[in-house]
């Protein structure tokens, strides 16, 4: 594939392609007695070719900017800071009742959390940005 990258004045052209394309157009110009200059570049960024990419970082940076209208990081402090409060108390409150067991309950509690509370909002967030996300593209 070949086309037309960008018009940079009268006379001037860029094209992009695949690298045969690319060699066999220059090699016609050349015949034809017109310069070339073969310009080393990263990627065909001023072409179709890189429509897959554009439409992928769309959709990246939709999601990304859903968690943060949605104020995701804001919530998330909020839920991790009142775990916080709730596992301190239940270490305390389970300290008084039984110190031999302390520390046990104080593990399961905090895996409870994580596993009953952040991380189902967590997945809730990954999902709600994804919803989001989409109307932003």
Known sequence: ??????????????????????????????????????????????THLMKPADDQLAAVLGHEI????????????????????ALTAAQVAAGQSDARYAGQLASVFGLGLQYGVLNPFSRRHELEADRIGLDYM
Do not use: D, M, W, Y
């Open 1 to 46: 594939t070949l086309e037309i990258a960008n018009l940079l004045c009268p006379g001037n052209t860029v094209v992009s392609g695949s690298k045969p394309a690319v060699e066999e157009v220059c090699r016609l110009a050349e015949a034809k007695g017109l310069k070339t200059v073969r310009l080393a570049v990263t990627g065909a960024f001023h």
């Open 66 to 85: 859903a968690h943060v209208t949605a104020r995701h990081a804001a919530e998330r402090f909020s839920q991790s800071s009142l775990a916080q409060v």
